[in-house]
């Protein structure tokens, strides 16, 4: 079979419903944390970010929540859209430090 | 938003040759920039961190030798895959820090897709 590596898990969504694609971090201490959006062959792109000190931000049509306790991040997409099929990936970082880590990635694909 | 430019966007070479990519902060002076190597259906993997003025700092596992980072300026860091070989076949992205007035956002390239014959 295919390595678990070559496979990005999948969620598929009706246009016009909402959208919840989950991200679990690893480092306890990180306390910064960003969504990104990559459309095929494209770079990352910024969606939202939150830092520790919130659970909760919201953007346009976004929001994304943060639970420390599980070390678990969530971006939630309101009225999704054709144009948000796309890879959303969360990173993690320590403020102060350079370094940010990106998680394993979802794959969002949005049915008309 | 600020604007980070990559050249080229896309290199096909032979086995065994040299290839410099290169990354521009076009409205902003980055004081770091980060490289990231992208496999199919894969994650964003951090290469190395290149700060201005200062050798670059590579991730374990990363050879050193092999990716030069220059970053002689605040707007210009190159990256050279040196003997390159189909096992380097990759997307390339790099990144850059606005760290003006605090900022901590980071703006990433649209990526050269690198394939070694």
């Known amino acids: 079979g295919e390595s678990v590596g070559l496979h990005l898990p999948t969620l598929s969504v009706q246009e016009g419903d909402n959208s919840i694609i989950n991200c679990a971090y690893s480092?306890?201490?990180?306390?910064?944390f960003i969504w990104y959006k990559q459309e095929s062959g494209k770079g990352p792109q910024f969606i939202i970010d939150?830092?520790?000190?919130?659970d909760k931000r919201q953007g346009q049509r976004v929001t994304v929540l943060l639970n420390k306790t599980v070390k678990h991040l969530s971006l939630q997409i309101a009225a999704t859209q054709p144009g948000d099929s796309a890879v959303y990936f969360c990173?993690?970082?320590?403020?102060?430090?350079?370094?940010?880590?990106f998680g394993t990635g979802t794959k969002l694909q949005v049915i008309p | 938003g600020a604007v980070v430019s990559q050249h080229p966007s896309w290199v096909i070479c032979k086995s065994g040759t040299s290839v410099k990519i290169e990354c521009r902060s076009l409205?902003?002076?980055?004081?770091?920039m980060f490289w990231y190597r992208q496999f199919p259906k894969q994650s964003l993997m951090l290469m190395a961190t290149?700060?201005?003025?200062?050798?670059?700092?590579?991730e374990q596992g990363v050879e050193k030798d092999k990716f030069l980072i220059n970053h002689a300026s605040l707007t210009l860091s190159t990256l050279t895959v040196t003997s390159a070989h189909p096992e380097d076949s990759s997307f390339y992205i790099c990144?850059?820090?606005?760290?003006?007035?605090?900022?901590?956002?980071?703006?990433f390239g649209p990526g050269t897709r690198l394939t070694v014959l």
């Open positions: 939150i830092r520790s000190n919130m």
């Open positions: 409205d902003f002076q980055a004081t770091t």
């Open positions: 290149s700060n201005e003025g200062s050798k670059a700092t590579y």
């Open positions: 990173a993690e970082n320590i403020e102060g430090y350079q370094k940010v880590t």
């Open positions: 480092n306890s201490a990180s306390d910064y």
């Open positions: 990144s850059a820090r606005d760290f003006a007035g605090g900022n901590n956002e980071q703006f």
